[in-house]
C-alpha cells in the first residue's frame, strides 16, 4: 500500500457485461518499469467479487524480484466468534486405515488461534479443497472464500487480538521471482462472497456462484452435476478386462453416465 502510494494511478470506466461489472486499476512504476494490475469482476446477482492481480515488466531489464505477493490480505473485523468451516481435497486419504483424513471430510477450526489451509505437491484440490466459509455465529453471517489456482497455494488465518478481527491472507508460498523484460504473471483469482445465515446457507451460497457463474453450458444450458465411476480410487492398478467389464455392467445398471478409465491401464505398475 505505501509502494503503490508513490506510483502512477490509473482507472479505466467500468465495462457492462451480461451478468457482471469489470473493474480494473493499473499502478505504474515508471514509464519502463513494473506495472501491477488489479482486475475485479463484481457480480449484478450475487452479493460476490472475483478478482486477481497482473504484473508486467515494462522496462528492458529484468525487474526486482517479487516476493510476498498476495492474491488477498484481508481484515476481518467483528470477526469473532468465527468458525473456518473447510473440506479436504480429493487426493487425501484412503478408504483403507491410513491414519489419513478422508477425501472431502468437512471440518471446522476456531479463529481464536491460526490456522493454515494449503495445497500439497502442486495439485491445487491435494490436502485442502480451494474453497471455505468463515461463519460468524452472533451475527448469523459469513463470509465464503474459493481461489482459482492450478497450482500451490495457501491461505493463513491470524487472529488480531487487540482489534477482535481475523487477518486472511491467501498466495503461492515461496514466491520470489524477477520477471525477465516485457514479461507478464498473475497471481490466483480469488472469489469473495457475503451470505446471510448458517454454514448451511453459506455452502448453498457458494454452489449457486459456481454453478451460475463458472459452470459451462453443455447444448446451450447448465448441465446437472455428472455422476461418473471410476477405477483408481478403489482398485490401484489391479484391473483386468474381465472385472472392467463387470464394473461397467455394475455402473451403467445404476445409471452413472461416465465410467473412467484413470491411471493404471498400462503395464508395469505406476512408472
Same mark, same amino acid.
Not at 486499476?25 to 463484481?42: F, H, K, N, Y
Not at 492474491?71 to 487425501?92: E, F
Given at each position: 500500500?505505501?509502494?503503490?502510494?508513490?506510483?502512477?494511478?490509473?482507472?479505466?470506466?467500468?465495462?457492462?457485461?451480461?451478468?457482471?461489472?469489470?473493474?480494473?486499476?493499473?499502478?505504474?512504476?515508471?514509464?519502463?518499469?513494473?506495472?501491477?494490475?488489479?482486475?475485479?469482476?463484481?457480480?449484478?446477482?450475487?452479493?460476490?467479487?472475483?478478482?486477481?492481480?497482473?504484473?508486467?515488466?515494462?522496462?528492458?531489464?529484468?525487474?526486482?524480484?517479487?516476493?510476498?505477493?498476495?492474491?488477498?490480505?484481508?481484515?476481518?473485523?467483528?470477526?469473532?466468534?468465527?468458525?473456518?468451516?473447510?473440506?479436504?481435497?480429493?487426493?487425501?486419504?484412503?478408504?483403507?486405515?491410513?491414519?489419513?483424513?478422508?477425501?472431502?471430510?468437512?471440518?471446522?477450526?476456531?479463529?481464536?488461534?491460526?490456522?493454515?489451509?494449503?495445497?500439497?505437491?502442486?495439485?491445487?484440490? #491435494? *490436502?485442502?479443497?480451494?474453497?471455505? !466459509?468463515? +461463519?460468524?455465529?452472533? &451475527?448469523?453471517? =459469513? %463470509?465464503?472464500?474459493?481461489?482459482?489456482?492450478?497450482?500451490?497455494?495457501?491461505?493463513?488465518?491470524?487472529?488480531?487480538?487487540?482489534?477482535?478481527?481475523?487477518?486472511?491472507?491467501?498466495?503461492?508460498?515461496?514466491?520470489?521471482?524477477?520477471?525477465?523484460?516485457?514479461?507478464?504473471?498473475?497471481?490466483?483469482?480469488?472469489?469473495?462472497?457475503?451470505?446471510?445465515?448458517?454454514?448451511?446457507?453459506?455452502?448453498?451460497?457458494?454452489?449457486?456462484?459456481?454453478?451460475?457463474?463458472?459452470?459451462?453450458?453443455?447444448?446451450?444450458?447448465?448441465?446437472?452435476?455428472?455422476?461418473?465411476?471410476?477405477?483408481?480410487?478403489?482398485?490401484? #492398478? *489391479?484391473?483386468?478386462?474381465?472385472? !472392467?467389464? +463387470?464394473?461397467?455392467? &455394475?455402473?451403467? =445398471? %445404476?445409471?452413472?453416465?461416465?465410467?473412467?478409465?484413470?491411471?493404471?491401464?498400462?503395464?508395469?505398475?505406476?512408472?
Amino acid at each position: 500500500e505505501t509502494l503503490l502510494k508513490n506510483w502512477t494511478r490509473t482507472v479505466k470506466p467500468p465495462v457492462e457485461i451480461k451478468n457482471s461489472r469489470i473493474h480494473e486499476i493499473t499502478w505504474v512504476e515508471s514509464p519502463e518499469g513494473l506495472a501491477a494490475t488489479w482486475r475485479a469482476e463484481v457480480f449484478k446477482d450475487r452479493q460476490a467479487v472475483e478478482f486477481r492481480w497482473f504484473f508486467e515488466n515494462r522496462g528492458k531489464t529484468p525487474a526486482q524480484p517479487l516476493t510476498e505477493v498476495y492474491a488477498l490480505d484481508l481484515l476481518v473485523s467483528d470477526a469473532r466468534p468465527t468458525r473456518l468451516i473447510r473440506s479436504t481435497g480429493g487426493l487425501t486419504g484412503s478408504s483403507e486405515s491410513t491414519g489419513e483424513r478422508p477425501g472431502f471430510l468437512v471440518s471446522e477450526a476456531n479463529l481464536m488461534s491460526a490456522q493454515t489451509m494449503s495445497a500439497a505437491g502442486g495439485r491445487s484440490s #491435494n *490436502r485442502d479443497l480451494p474453497f471455505f !466459509l468463515l +461463519q460468524n455465529d452472533a &451475527a448469523k453471517r =459469513g %463470509l465464503l472464500v474459493g481461489i482459482g489456482w492450478s497450482g500451490q497455494w495457501q491461505a493463513d488465518f491470524r487472529p488480531e487480538t487487540g482489534l477482535g478481527a481475523v487477518r486472511i491472507t491467501i498466495g503461492m508460498p515461496g514466491m520470489n521471482l524477477a520477471l525477465p523484460a516485457g514479461e507478464k504473471i498473475f497471481s490466483p483469482s480469488v472469489l469473495l462472497g457475503l451470505y446471510q445465515g448458517d454454514s448451511w446457507d453459506g455452502s448453498n451460497a457458494l454452489r449457486g456462484i459456481l454453478y451460475d457463474h463458472y459452470v459451462a453450458l453443455l447444448g446451450n444450458q447448465k448441465p446437472l452435476p455428472p455422476v461418473s465411476w471410476n477405477h483408481w480410487f478403489t482398485f490401484d #492398478n *489391479r484391473i483386468s478386462e474381465e472385472m !472392467l467389464k +463387470q464394473q461397467m455392467d &455394475a455402473a451403467a =445398471g %445404476l445409471g452413472l453416465e461416465y465410467f473412467c478409465i484413470d491411471a493404471g491401464w498400462f503395464e508395469g505398475g505406476f512408472p
